[in-house]
C-alpha cells in the first residue's frame, strides 16, 4: 500500500453503543421514545408557526428553521443507530459513511451560523427596538436563513474532501454508532496530522466565528440592561434571551468538546457518550427550553388543541 493514496476499504463496521443484549434493548426504547418526542414536537413547531399569525416575527421564523434542522439532523444519525441497536449486521458502504460524515457536520455547521442569526435577531429586538421592522425584515430574515445553510454546507465540503482524499486500508472498525469525522479520521492509515489541522481551521471558523457573534450580542445587550436602557416594553424580548442562550451553551459545549478538544488521551466511549448528547438529548433539550419557557408557543399550542376538539375554551 506504501506510495498509493487510494481507498481499499469497502465498508465500515460501527460497532454502536453497546454489545451487551440487555442493554441495548434499554438504549433502543431510551432513544427511539427521546427521537420520537423530539421529532414530533419540532414538526408541531414548524407547524404553529406557519399556522399562527401570532408567530410570523423573526424570532419564531428562525426557530422554525431551527427545528426543521433538529429533524433533518435526528433523522440522519438516530434511525441508523436504532436499527444497529435490534441487528448483528452493523456495516455501512463507504460512500454512505462518506454522505453520512458530510451531511452531518453540514447541518450541525449550518445550527451553528444559525444560532449566531438567532443572536443577532435578540440584540435587535433588544438594543435597536425602533429599528427592529426595518433590520429584520422579511427579506433580511430570508437571507440570513439561507446564508446559514448554505454556509453550513459549503464549509463542510472542505472538511470531508480533506478526510475522503486519505487512503484507507484497514482497520474498518468505527467505534462509533455513525460515521462522525473525527473518528472516521483516526482510521486511516497515513500521517494525518495537516488533516487535522485543516479540520481544526474549519471548526475555528465553523464554530467560533459565530459563537464570537453571539458572545458579543449578548454583550451588548447585557450592557443595555446594566445601563438602564431597557425599558419596560422590551423585557418581553429580553427575556426571550435566557431560552437562546441555554440552547446555545449546550450545544456549544458539547460539539465544541468534540471537534475542538485534543485527541490524545480521549476514549472512543467518552466520545460516543459526547454524540449521543448532542444527537439525541440536545434536540428533546431545545424543544423543552423553547416551549415550557415560551408564552406565545404554549398559546398557539392551545389555540390549536382547542380548534382540533381536544381541550376546552377557558
Same mark, same amino acid.
Given at each position: ?7 481499499? @476499504? ?6 454502536? /453503543? ?7 434493548? /434499554? ?28 408567530? #410570523?416575527? !423573526?424570532? *419564531? %421564523?428562525?426557530? &422554525? ?12 444519525? +438516530? ?22 460524515? *458530510? ?6 455547521? &449550518? ?17 435597536? !427596538? ?8 422579511? &427579506? ?16 463542510? @465540503? @472542505? ?16 467505534? #462509533? %454508532? ?19 489541522? @485543516?479540520?481544526?481551521?474549519?471548526? +475555528? ?12 450580542? *449578548? ?37 465544541? &468538546? ?28 431545545? /424543544? /423543552?427550553? *423553547? ?24
Amino acid at each position: 500500500m506504501r506510495g498509493e493514496n487510494r481507498t481499499s @476499504v469497502s465498508e465500515f463496521i460501527l460497532v454502536g /453503543l453497546s454489545s451487551q443484549p440487555r442493554m441495548q434493548r /434499554l438504549l433502543f426504547a431510551a432513544i427511539l421514545a427521546t427521537y420520537l418526542a423530539t421529532l414530533a414536537g419540532n414538526l408541531l413547531i414548524v407547524g404553529l408557526v406557519r399556522a399562527d399569525s401570532c408567530l #410570523h416575527t !423573526p424570532m *419564531y %421564523f428562525f426557530l &422554525s428553521h431551527l427545528s426543521f434542522l433538529e429533524i433533518c439532523y435526528t433523522s440522519w444519525t +438516530v434511525p441508523q443507530a436504532l436499527a444497529h441497536l435490534l441487528t448483528h449486521t452493523k456495516s455501512i458502504p463507504f460512500a454512505h459513511c462518506a454522505a453520512q460524515m *458530510y451531511l452531518a457536520l453540514s447541518l450541525g455547521s &449550518s445550527e451553528a451560523i444559525l444560532l449566531a442569526a438567532m443572536a443577532y435577531d435578540r440584540f435587535v429586538a433588544v438594543c435597536r !427596538p425602533l429599528r427592529y421592522t426595518a433590520l429584520m425584515g422579511r &427579506s433580511r430574515c430570508w437571507a440570513l436563513a439561507l446564508s446559514s445553510w448554505a454556509s453550513g454546507f459549503l464549509l463542510s @465540503v @472542505v472538511n470531508v474532501a480533506c478526510v475522503l482524499r486519505l487512503p484507507f486500508c484497514g482497520p474498518n472498525r468505527v467505534n #462509533h %454508532f455513525f460515521c462522525e469525522l473525527p473518528v472516521v479520521l483516526e482510521l486511516a492509515c497515513t500521517d494525518r496530522r495537516l488533516t487535522e489541522a @485543516v479540520v481544526f481551521g474549519a471548526a +475555528v471558523l465553523i464554530l467560533l466565528l459565530p459563537l464570537a457573534v453571539i458572545l458579543a450580542s *449578548y454583550g451588548l445587550i447585557l450592557a443595555s440592561v446594566l445601563q438602564g436602557q431597557v425599558a419596560a416594553g422590551r423585557h418581553k424580548a429580553f427575556s426571550t434571551c435566557a431560552s437562546h442562550l441555554a440552547v446555545v451553551t449546550i450545544f456549544y459545549g458539547t460539539v465544541i &468538546s468534540m471537534y475542538m478538544r485534543p485527541r490524545s488521551g480521549t476514549t472512543p466511549d467518552w466520545d460516543k457518550h459526547i454524540a449521543v448528547f448532542y444527537n439525541v438529548v440536545t434536540p428533546a433539550l431545545n /424543544l /423543552l427550553i *423553547y416551549t415550557l419557557r415560551n408564552k406565545e408557543v404554549k398559546g398557539a399550542m392551545a389555540k390549536l388543541m382547542y380548534r382540533a376538539g381536544w381541550a376546552k375554551k377557558s
